[in-house]
Every structure is written in C-alpha cells, then in structure tokens.
C-alpha cells in the first residue's frame, strides 16, 4: 500500500509499504477514507519530537472497517468510523480513569511487559514515535487499529468524511482546553494560535458560553479565517502588545480564561529550543508568558500546544500569586467524542469550514510542506488516499 513515511527531520515522503495485518483478535484493519496533518505531525517532521527509524505517519483518520479480528464484537466489515487518536483499551487504570491518552496497555505491544511498569512509557499515539508506541499511523491506504471495540465511533451516515474527521483530534483538543476552564457562562477567552487547533478552541469557546472570544496569531490570514468562520476578535502581537489589549478588553482584569493552541514552535530546531528554553530568550514560551500575564487573577490557563523540552525561570510566582489554575496534556478524546459526535449530526457546530486543501494521499509531502510554511492561505490539509 502507500503510505506517508517519516525518514528523518524535513524528510516525509509517499512510500510503498507492506499492508497492515490483524495481530491481535482485538484489531480491525480499516481502508482509510480521509485522514488529516495535525500541527502535532509538524513537530515530528521538524525533529522537535524525535523519531530515529521510518515511521508512517497520521493520527487524525477515518476509513471503513475492511477485515475484523476474531475478539472484536463492535464493529464490523463495512463500518465507517473516525478513530481518536490516542490507542486505549479501556480497562487499566487510567482508561477507566477518565485519562485514556496515559493507557498503561496501549504501549505493552512495543514494549512488551515491563514497559507497563515504567512512567517513562505512558500511553501510545497513532503515528507518533516511539516515544508514544511506534504504531503506524493513518496516512495511509490502510491501518491497523488495535482495541477497536474500545475507541472507534461509527459515523451518522448524514455527515461526510470531512464533517467527521475533526472528532478523531482537533475538535476534542479544542474542546478540552475549554472544559478544562469549566465555563459557567458569559466568560473572555483569549486564544493563542489560530491554527486547526485554535479554530476548534474558538468554536468550543462559543458552544460553551463565552460572551467574548479572543484569537492571537502572528500570522494575518490565520486570523482573517477565525473572523470568517467563528466571528472572534483577532490580535496579532506583530501589531500590539498583546497582553494589554487583553486587559484593556476586561477592564483591566484579564481574560478569564486563556488557551495555549501553539507549543513549541514547529519550525525550529530541537536544540535552538533547549538554548532558548535555559536562556529564557524570547522563543517558544514566549506565549505561555502571554498566557500567563493576559490571564486575570483565579483565572485558568490550559495548554494544548504540545511542549517537548524542559526550561527553567517558569513563572511560578506569577501563578502562585495570581491564583491560576493550569490544566494541560494530550486532549482525552474518548471522555468527550460521543457527546461532539451529536453537536455535529446535529449541525450545533461546524467544522469542516477550517479545510483549505484536500489532496490525494500521493502528494502528502506537499501538504506538509504548505501546512508548515504556510503558503497558499493553508489552515488545514485533508489527504485522501482514494483521489
Ligand atoms: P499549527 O502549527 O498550524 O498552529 C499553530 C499556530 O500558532 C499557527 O497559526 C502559528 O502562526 C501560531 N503561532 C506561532 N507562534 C505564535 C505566537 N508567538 N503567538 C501567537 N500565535 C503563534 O498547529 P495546530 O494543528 O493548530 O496545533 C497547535 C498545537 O496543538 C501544536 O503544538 C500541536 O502539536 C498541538 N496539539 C495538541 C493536541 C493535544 O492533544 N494536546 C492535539 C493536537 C494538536
Ligand atoms: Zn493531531
């Protein structure tokens, strides 16, 4: 089959790769029908998130159900599901815990018994290193999906492909970030990064009471799309201090809540972050700072933009004193995606609006170009491995 294999950092390419087999009665193998690049992917492509072997790519996908494993009760051949995508068998402790991306069993099969018994080997990720499992991921003709009774959702057949892809990442990421704050209503969100996951935030933001809904980008047509599909009020910290529109927007006191939907920043290299991280130059905590001044006092600060390294002159006394509560991690879909499935059948939310290219699987490594570089007003890439 094809498949968008990662070689090594700015190196992804369409590749010819052996089929996905059923290993265990649990898996299914499903024909992906659409599957997406995450900003999450770009990390990977930059080499911020390390892999050191060819890895097929892809966490954010949806197929029809092709071959059944013989322990799979769900599901069968010819079912349409989206899959979340963090792997879960639903049943240790953290799957019945409400924390599915943190599956003790999820990483067993890379790493076999004793890798259960070490934090260092939390939970396992489609396509996203060995770090999270080495599975293979969906940007492909094909992929395996273990423990498919437990997280694959059969697809309303009112909805296309696109109206149901977002449900596999972006919209529960979103949506996290802004459950996290637990909105009684009438609140000021500021959200940093308008990208496919800032979009989704933005619109979790309204569907969960905000009176006001704030997107920061530096990028202007980043912003000029949140205006057009979520009707926000967009700063750009090009252009103004960013933190003291946010205050002088609240009467001084701050945004209420404020959502990191950047991490650190794809286009640049593993090492220049560390150096940036122990100097504490402006770099990639340049917007949790933000987050954290532009907050008010009791306010709530989530992070879905994915951080991987460690820095110091954290501000912990700016949090201490303001009181903010932060709540942070890769977004617990299956806690969430049965409610999102029903705003989206029921057209209570849109979210195909944020795609900009639909492309055939085949020309994947162009997708990541524009999606990185950010050419050609590119907010979100579809592959499809049938067109
Ligand atoms: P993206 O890279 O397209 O979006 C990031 C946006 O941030 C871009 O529009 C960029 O212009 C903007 N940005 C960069 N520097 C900025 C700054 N200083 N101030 C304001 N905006 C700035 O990616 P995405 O798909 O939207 O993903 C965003 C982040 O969310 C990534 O770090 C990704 O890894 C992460 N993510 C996390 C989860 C999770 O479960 N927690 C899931 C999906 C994605
Ligand atoms: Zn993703």
């Known amino acids: 089959m094809k498949a968008a294999v990662f070689h090594k950092p700015g190196d992804i390419s369409v590749d010819t790769v052996d ?14 029908t659409s599957t997406a690049i995450c900003g999450s992917d770009l990390h990977i492509l930059s080499g911020g998130v390390p892999q050191t072997t060819d890895l097929i790519m892809g966490h954010e996908f949806m197929g ?3 071959e059944v494993g013989s322990g799979v009760t769900k599901l069968k051949r010819g079912d349409r599901v989206v899959v979340p995508f963090p792997i879960a068998c639903g049943s240790c402790f953290f799957c019945t815990h409400g924390a599915s991306p943190h599956c003790e069993n999820s990483n067993y099969e890379h790493y076999g018994p004793e890798g259960n018994l070490t934090d260092k080997k939390g939970g396992a990720l489609y396509g996203y290193t060995d770090l999270y499992g080495g599975y293979s991921g969906g940007q492909a003709e094909y992929v395996r999906v273990p423990y498919a009774d437990i ?6 057949d009112n909805l296309t492909d696109e109206q149901a892809l977002f449900l596999t990442d972006i919209f529960p990421t979103g949506w996290s970030a802004i459950d996290w704050a637990q909105l009684k209503g009438g ?3 500021a959200i940093f990064g308008s990208g496919p996951v800032g979009l989704m ?3 979790a933001a309204w569907l969960n009471g905000a009176s006001r809904v704030i997107a920061i980008d530096v990028v202007d047509y980043r912003l000029e799309k949140a205006k057009a599909v979520n ?8 252009n103004v201090d960013v933190v003291e529109a946010i205050r002088q927007k609240t009467g001084g006191r701050g945004a209420d809540v404020c959502v990191d939907a950047v991490g650190f920043e794809p286009d640049r290299s593993f090492m220049d972050r560390v150096k940036s991280a122990v100097n504490f130059e402006v770099g990639s905590m340049k917007v949790l700072d933000m987050c954290f001044e532009a907050v008010r006092r009791a306010g709530t600060v989530s992070i879905v933009g994915v951080y991987g390294s460690p820095y110091d002159n954290f501000p912990l006394f700016r949090m201490f004193d303001k009181g903010i509560t932060v709540k942070q991690g890769q977004a617990p879909v299956l806690n969430y995606i049965d409610h999102l499935i029903e705003l989206v059948r029921d057209g209570k ?7 900009s290219h639909t492309l055939p699987l085949t020309e994947a490594a162009k997708g990541y170009e524009i999606f990185q570089k950010k050419q050609d ?3 979100k890439v579809v592959l499809k491995p049938g067109l």
């Open 64 to 66: 029809i159900v092709e």
């Open 151 to 156: 997280s694959p959702r059969v697809v309303p």
């Open 377 to 379: 007003d590119c907010t």
């Open 349 to 355: 939310v849109v979210l195909d609006d944020i795609i």
């Open 19 to 32: 089929d996905p087999r059923i290993l265990h009665p649990g898996d299914v193998i499903l024909k992906v």
């Open 201 to 203: 935030a933005q619109k």
């Open 231 to 238: 009707n926000v009020e967009t700063l750009n910290p090009n």
């Open 187 to 189: 609140e000021v969100v």
